[in-house]
């Protein structure tokens, strides 16, 4: 008896640990995502296939920029029928990063992806120093929804996120 009394505040500790680790965070609801072409000999684990322009390529898992590196977005309709593009202004601290991944990168496909979903993809053809990235496709009015929950668009000055 007296050793299940004292395995339950082990286990409730067990059960509670992910939710002390993640410090009270909530999970955004939306991410995005835009991740770099690399080596079909690469690291199985590191990287993923993804069909782009008719060839099968190869994509890091890690993505180069991510949902906390975006400050504000800007939407637009696109010529793709029903779907939407956004242009995504990148943090200060980004930009250089951006400017330096995409030096060494020309002739590379970026693609980018919301919630997992592949939505657009682009190769880069020249060095990007205004901390912009534009996704010409493949965004729903539902996203839109809840980007306007996790971050500004352009030119407002806070988040929406109550």
Known sequence: MRSLFATIPMLV???LAPALLAGG???PKIQISFHLETEATGNPKMIFPQRVAGQIRYFNR???ISSKDIAS???FPSSAEESYGAVFTL??????RLAAITNANQGRWVIAQINGRVVDGFIIDKQVD???VVVWKGISLADFTIFDEEMPRTGEEKKRKK
């Open 13 to 15: 500790c067990l059960a």
């Open 25 to 27: 965070k909530k999970e």
């Open 62 to 64: 890690m993505p180069e």
């Open 73 to 75: 977005y800007a939407p």
């Open 91 to 96: 943090k200060d601290h980004v930009r250089n």
């Open 130 to 132: 205004d901390g912009r």
